[in-house]
């Protein structure tokens, strides 16, 4: 099997990307008895490796996160000191869930993530139940909400409205019950009447026509094990990772979801912040010069919007397509 195949087949890499990157920083194989085979250096993504090889990444650090998004916030957080320990945080643009995955592991309490696309987070962040996926939601029109009503909605299944025995009327001649002796303290004004109980029957014989028929109202419960599950719109941190989509018409939505003094923290790729006359060919930009323009365009937003711009500095991450990003760590004033 193709080595870049057999790595994400192993649970090593979360994508082929992934998997090419960590070939990149060093991989070997060897098959046999363990200690005894030499060990194989892979040399490219396509060597053909078998199934059953043992197999060492020699550089883990790609493998820490399901993508390579969860090294740049790691090092942004390192570089500012923030520690999103026992906190909600809001994760914009979540996609496969890098940030998601490193806000967990710097021991975050909560991780609601909210994405345009549908079906890439990473299933072992889906199953985490520390993380609501929001799906097929645009950051730009988010609200608190239509935050809450898309937690909810993620949160939820529709399942048949139950059945209220509570109403079950008591029947007549309820005294029969009790081997037809009434005795001084028997009280039948709570026997339903007759056209009660049929009435009953026919609601009863309506809705296991409409089951059968497919056409039960359903009603929306929380699935099992998240019933308690914090949804509440208001977070400490607010990370983001967008594309095709400038931050100034993000940061308007995102503000209102930031506690007072929550700190926000943005990747910031100077290609969806420019005119398409400012960007070079092949998407990248070209001249320094532009990125002074961003950064002065993202500054004078944040301020706009009540946010304190406390650092502006370079990822410690490069981007993958050859392109310069950057963080913006803003705080919102108490």
């Known amino acids: 099997m193709r080595i870049d195949q057999l790595l994400v087949e192993r649970g090593l890499a979360s994508s082929r990307s992934q998997a090419q990157r960590l070939i990149a920083a060093g991989v070997q194989w060897r098959a046999g008895a363990a200690g005894v ?18 197999i060492e990444l020699l550089d883990l650090a790609e493998a820490r996160y399901v993508s390579r998004g969860g090294l740049k916030l790691e090092g942004a957080l390192r570089a500012l000191g923030l520690d999103p320990a026992g906190q909600r945080c809001l994760d914009v643009g979540q996609s496969t869930g890098g940030f ?17 696309g549908q079906g890439q ?43 209220d025995n509570a109403t079950l009327p008591q029947a007549p001649y309820a005294w029969m019950r009790n081997g037809g002796v009434v005795d001084d303290d028997y009280n ?25 028929a497919g056409q039960l109202p359903l009603v929306r419960r ?90 502006w500095f370079d990822s410690p991450i490069a981007g993958g397509d050859g392109n310069r990003e950057f963080f913006i760590h803003c705080r919102k004033a108490p």
């Open 222 to 311: 929380r699935r099992p094990g998240h019933e308690a599950t914090d949804v509440n719109p208001s977070f400490a941190l607010v990370t983001g990772d967008l594309s095709f989509i400038s931050l100034t018409l993000v940061l308007p939505a995102l503000v209102p979801l930031l506690r007072p003094d929550g700190d926000l923290l943005m990747l910031v790729k100077p290609q969806f912040e420019l005119q398409p006359g400012q960007v070079g060919k092949g998407g990248i930009v070209r001249d320094p010069a532009m990125y002074a323009v961003v950064e002065q365009r993202l500054r004078d937003a944040a301020a706009d919007l009540g946010l304190h711009v406390l650092a």
């Open 121 to 163: 987070l990473h299933e072992r962040l889906r199953q985490d139940a520390r993380v609501v996926c929001v799906e097929g939601v645009n950051a730009r029109a988010l609200s608190a909400e239509a935050l809450v009503e898309a937690c909810e909605e993620a949160l939820s299944e529709r399942v048949e409205d139950v059945e």
């Open 100 to 116: 998601t995955d490193c806000l967990l592991q710097a021991g975050a309490a909560q991780v609601i993530g909210v994405d345009v």
């Open 37 to 54: 085979a030499p060990w194989k250096k892979v040399a490219k993504n396509g060597d053909e490796v078998p199934d059953a090889a043992e």
């Open 188 to 212: 039948d004004s709570d026997d339903a009447k007759e056209h009660e109980v049929e009435a009953f029957k026919a609601q009863r014989a309506e809705r296991a026509r409409a089951r059968a």
